[in-house]
């Protein structure tokens, strides 16, 4: 198994550009999430999907987009890129509640890093 | 609202030292507590975690937490600090309502363990 894996590793925007961050489990866990990190801040959730098809609004969803149009993938999409969208963003997948009482952990990729100009 | 405090930003400490690393946290209902290491330019780990059951929760790579009610503590020890233990840590509670498993994260704690 890869886990989650996350492309690109690194990216520099230009303000006003978009993009979209990949992000793709292969271990058939229906939850997914997007987080950003910065510095000396911890881990703010952006998005959640519960399943394919259903996604709702973390902490600080403005200015990023999300789909989940299978259990697999899980994109983030950030259109009109600002300063403010400079950070580590991390993917992370766990099983939902039906799927066992492990749900609780998330296992996450490796981050993308993103640099807005 | 709920919230997850790490009081120290960063923890310098020698190898085979002990450490302490503190986190407190609110929550009115039973809750579901965390830590994740995170390793330079990695993603996150799970460490170790307390559902239920023994208030001591022992994890990977010598690490152990107590979960104490009372002082609305989960604090994360080690006995002998090794330099590969160098590292950031985050402590995280599981959000209460709403959707099942998403996560509260401290701002975390920086590790160094110096020879």
């Known amino acids: 198994n890869a886990g989650v894996t996350q492309t690109p590793k690194f990216r520099i925007l230009k303000i006003g550009q978009s993009m979209t961050l990949q992000c793709a489990q292969d271990?058939?866990?229906?939850?997914m999430y997007w987080y950003r990190q910065d510095p000396g801040m911890g881990l703010k959730l952006i998005y959640y999907?519960?399943?394919?098809?259903?996604?709702d609004k973390g902490e600080v969803p403005n200015g990023y987009n999300v789909s989940r149009s299978t259990t697999e993938d899980f994109p983030l999409r950030l259109e009109l890129a600002a300063p403010s969208q400079t950070s580590v963003y991390f993917c992370?997948?766990?099983?939902?509640?039906?799927?066992?009482?492990?749900?609780?952990?998330?296992?996450f990729g490796p981050g993308t890093r993103l640099t807005v100009l | 609202a709920q919230s997850v405090t790490q009081l120290d930003s960063q923890v310098p400490v020698f190898e085979e030292a002990p450490v302490e690393l503190r986190c407190n946290y609110s929550?009115?209902?039973?809750?579901?507590l965390f830590w994740y290491v995170q390793y330079p330019n990695q993603g996150l780990q799970l460490l170790l975690k307390?559902?239920?059951?023994?208030?001591l929760v022992k994890g990977i790579n010598g690490f152990e937490a107590e979960f104490n009610k009372s002082q609305t503590s989960f604090h994360l020890r080690k006995p002998s600090v090794h330099i590969s233990d160098t590292a950031e840590y985050f402590c995280?509670?599981?959000?209460?309502?709403?959707?099942?498993?998403?996560?509260?994260f401290g701002k975390g704690t920086k590790l160094s363990v110096k020879p």
């Open positions: 929550s009115s209902v039973s809750v579901y």
């Open positions: 271990m058939n866990h229906n939850y």
């Open positions: 999907s519960v399943g394919a098809g259903i996604t």
């Open positions: 992370a997948s766990s099983t939902g509640p039906k799927q066992g009482r492990s749900y609780n952990e998330q296992f």
């Open positions: 307390y559902l239920s059951g023994s208030t």
């Open positions: 995280a509670v599981r959000r209460e309502g709403g959707s099942q498993g998403n996560l509260i």
